[in-house]
């Protein structure tokens, strides 16, 4: 893999990919699928696929995140959260002394941002709608995560409707529109 810029990208480009079942999943599986066309400037790493086991290899993953600079966590929102995977995955690989505490600054300066699929609709989420609450504001603890660990969060990037047969047009607009979100931080 070759690290640079080149044709506007960050080459440097790491997409952790935590969905728990791929082969039913429309929207992350076409995510995936429109990835794979850019392998020279995103690395894809399946953590379900990698571990099917979870039995994380926290030495690999430590070496995979030094060595990007931009690393986007794709997954499905699940109950407001993330995949189980994905959780273990953060609460074994970010651990106190690499990635926090006084001398953990291993992610100190590198880039995150989250790719998402939610489910229900747009306009569930806020206050007064059915959900209560705002992507953003659900989005907090996961920009605390960055915060405490010295990474910059990006802006998520999200796509509502996931489970309500979003249309194979509108499915390929957002595979294209995530391309340009990654594209976008450089």
Known sequence: MCFGERNGWNENTLVILAHPNMTTSRVNRR???????????????????????????IAHEQELLEAHDHIILQFPFYWYSYPPLLKKWLDDVFTHGWAYGSKGDR????????????GDQRENYGKGKPVGFSVEELMAPFKASMNHVGVTALPHYAVFGASFQASDEVIDQSAEAYIQYIKAFK
């Open 107 to 118: 992610l100190h300066g590198k880039r995150m941002g989250l790719a998402i699929t939610i």
């Open 31 to 57: 995510w995936k699928k429109e990835l794979e066309q850019y392998t020279e400037q995103v690395r894809i790493h399946e953590l379900y696929e990698t571990y099917p086991d979870w039995n994380i290899n």
